[in-house]
Nanobody
Framework: EVQLQAYGGGLVQAGGSLRLSCAAS????????IGWFRQAPGKEREGVSCISSSGSSIYYADSVKGRFTISSDNAKSTVYLQMNSLKPEDTAVYYC?????????????????????????WGQGTQVTVSS
């Protein structure tokens, strides 16, 4: 069973930085798209960022563009999200998500809306809280 473990969240002041990490285990697709969703209290889940396994496709939501940077280490099946210039509106639970197979692109259909697709998985999230 695919397992995704996200960590690195915490409490930070506005303007600060955090680095999230996510390690995928028991995931055996050669081609995949891996990324991050987030969900703030009382709000819909949204897609934040994703990267293809080749690294050729990267997506950022408009709200984080220029502040967040996604990267991956395929050898470790790990994805990172460097979050700089954090704002209170970035407060949310951040979930790592992965979709396996060459059929999926970054972003996949409805990724922006935080929707999963066939052969996609997500794990327990990590809380990010940004104080003003």
């Amino acid at each position: 069973e695919v397992q995704l473990q996200a960590y690195g969240g915490g409490l930070v002041q506005a303007g600060g930085s955090l680095r999230l990490s996510c390690a995928a285990s028991e995931f055996h697709f050669e081609d995949y798209v891996i990324g991050w969703f987030r969900q703030a209290p009382g709000k819909e889940r949204e897609g934040v960022s994703c990267i293809s396994s080749s690294g050729s496709s990267i997506y950022y939501a408009d709200s984080v563009k220029g502040r967040f940077t996604i990267s991956s280490d395929n050898a470790k099946s790990t994805v990172y999200l460097q979050m700089n210039s954090l704002k209170p509106e970035d407060t949310a639970v951040y979930y790592c998500v992965v979709a396996g197979g060459s059929a999926w692109s970054c972003p996949w259909p409805d990724f922006r809306r935080g929707s999963l697709v066939v052969r996609s998985y997500w794990g327990q999230g990590t809380q990010v809280t940004v104080s003003s």
